[in-house]
């Protein structure tokens, strides 16, 4: 079974637009199932480190899952050509950016390729709060190339039950003061974009309509 987990409805919709998903459960996190792809398991998590970890807990344990996929928006820590709003990017290492260990910072968690085959890689840094502030986002930077709410956490946890995961981005702002309006307006492109990349990539065929 292939979980696949996204924060919000927003960022979820074009995905389950393309994959004919029908509502399974409400509680303790909306899933989805795929009649065009049985092996998928969707679920909305909302936004928050806690929220993404329990979410994939409960794909792993509750519906069995043996793979984990995040998808959903992130923004920029450098300005890069590869790094450009409405770019699509593919995790390979997820950490979190507000978390400690005796005075040092965690170790980076691995991801896998797989359906971001073909997409620049980046480093990824989650943290609780959005970033929006030059001096925090060249703090992050020095750690990463993308940031989230959500990725280290499920990355954290698929990696605690060894179930492998993989992720992949759709950059909608440059982490930068004033951006909040700058990701809210790019963010439905961008799903809409990522929602396609990745059917295609899980089923090798043209987007459900």
């Known amino acids: 079974m292939i979980g696949l987990i996204f924060a919000t409805n927003r960022e979820a919709r074009p995905f389950l637009l393309r994959s004919q998903a029908v509502r399974l459960e409400d509680r303790p996190f909306v899933v989805y199932?795929?009649?065009?792809?049985?092996?998928?398991?969707?679920?909305?998590?909302?936004?928050g480190k806690v929220a993404a970890a329990a979410a994939c807990q409960a794909l792993i344990l509750s519906h069995r899952a043996d793979r984990i996929i995040n998808a959903g928006a992130c923004g920029a820590l450098h300005d890069r050509e590869e790094l450009g709003v409405g770019r699509l990017v593919h995790v390979t290492?997820?950490?979190?950016?507000?978390h400690e260990v005796f005075g040092k910072p965690p170790q980076p968690e691995l991801c896998m390729s797989g359906i971001g085959n073909g997409l620049p890689p980046v480093r990824l840094i989650t943290c609780d709060l959005p970033v929006f502030d030059p001096i925090q986002r060249k703090r992050c930077g020095e750690r990463a190339d993308v940031v989230d709410m959500e990725g280290a956490a499920i990355a954290r946890v698929a990696a605690l039950y060894g179930v492998p995961?993989?992720?992949?981005k759709g950059i909608t702002d440059n982490a930068l003061a004033f951006d909040r309006q700058t990701l809210l307006e790019n963010l439905d492109a961008v799903c809409d974009q990522l929602a396609e990349w990745v059917?295609?990539?899980?089923?090798g065929s043209a987007a459900v309509r």
Not at 93 to 98: K, N, P, W
Not at 165 to 168: A, P, Q, R, T, Y
């Open 33 to 47: 199932h795929s009649p065009a792809d049985e092996r998928l398991r969707i679920a909305i998590c909302r936004i």
């Open 93 to 98: 290492h997820a950490v979190e950016g507000d």
């Open 165 to 168: 995961c993989e992720m992949v």
């Open 199 to 203: 059917w295609r990539a899980l089923t």
